[in-house]
Nanobody
Framework: QVQVVESGGGLVQAGGSLRLSCTAS????????MGWFRQAPGKEREGVSC????????YYADSVKDRFTISRDNAKNTLYLQLNRLKPEDTAMYYC??????????????????????????WGQGTQVTVSS
């Protein structure tokens, strides 16, 4: 059974930083694309950032480029998202997700995959990030 668990969210002032973590079990973490999505109240869930199995392919949404950094530690089955220079509009529930096994050892571009949440089969419960102005 696949389990995905996020942590690290919280309340922070605008301009501050947070580091989100995600551990995943029950899948071949070191072979899998992993992604971070977020959903603000009243809005659709959107892809924030994705990373392929060996970290050679990384995607960021334009809204977070140059502020957020995704990384992974395959030895620890852990995915990270460093959030810097946070803005109130970054307030959302942040989810970690993995696609199905069809994307194991995927080396292609992540733009379309990370924009299509229907490709992601496994999701965590989410961690809340709230940025005050």
């Amino acid at each position: 059974q696949v389990q995905v668990v996020e942590s690290g969210g919280g309340l922070v002032q605008a301009g501050g930083s947070l580091r989100l973590s995600c551990t995943a079990s029950g899948l071949s973490f070191d072979a899998s694309v992993m992604g971070w999505f977020r959903q603000a109240p009243g809005k659709e869930r959107e892809g924030v950032s994705c990373i392929n199995y060996n970290s050679e392919r990384i995607y960021y949404a334009d809204s977070v480029k140059d502020r957020f950094t995704i990384s992974r530690d395959n030895a620890k089955n852990t995915l990270y998202l460093q959030l810097n220079r946070l803005k109130p509009e970054d307030t959302a529930m942040y989810y970690c997700a993995a696609p199905n096994t069809g994307f194991y050892y995927y080396g292609g571009r992540l733009t379309y995959l990370c924009s299509d949440r229907s490709k992601f089969a496994y999701w965590g419960q989410g961690t809340q990030v709230t940025v005050s102005s």
